[in-house]
């Protein structure tokens, strides 16, 4: 078992930033790849930005590209996303989940955190 813990949401307004942190606890983080997913009210879970175990390869949603960037601290058990340029259609609940490789895929990913809330004001 993975336990994942996401912080960081909040309130911002439209250009501004956020950094979102996930914090595993459990099984060894170092054994996974992560990912970041949203969900905006009435939508599917989708797709944002995922990292290799040694944090040397990543993948991001053609949306996100070039605003947002992920990173990990296998030391410290954590994952972040930093978040620039931020647009009210960013507005969603952001999970942070596990998978054995670097995956685009949801079905992909076996333990998920519980979400934290970004909303970005226009």
């Known amino acids: 078992q993975v336990q994942l813990v996401e912080s960081g949401g909040g309130l911002v307004q439209a250009g501004g930033s956020l950094r979102l942190s996930c914090t595993a606890s459990?099984?060894?983080?170092?054994?996974?790849?992560m990912g970041w997913f949203r969900q905006a009210p009435g939508k599917e879970r989708e797709f944002v930005t995922a990292i290799t175990v040694s944090g040397g390869f990543t993948r991001y949603a053609d949306s996100v590209k070039g605003r947002f960037t992920i990173s990990r601290d296998n030391a410290k058990n954590m994952m972040y996303l930093e978040m620039n340029s931020l647009k009210p259609e960013d507005t969603a609940v952001y999970y942070c989940?596990?998978?054995?490789?670097?995956?685009?895929?949801?079905?992909?990913?076996?333990?998920w955190g519980q979400g934290t809330q970004v909303t970005v004001s226009s």
């Open positions: 459990g099984r060894i983080f170092s054994n996974y790849a």
């Open positions: 989940a596990t998978s054995r490789n670097l995956a685009v895929i949801i079905t992909l990913y076996e333990y």
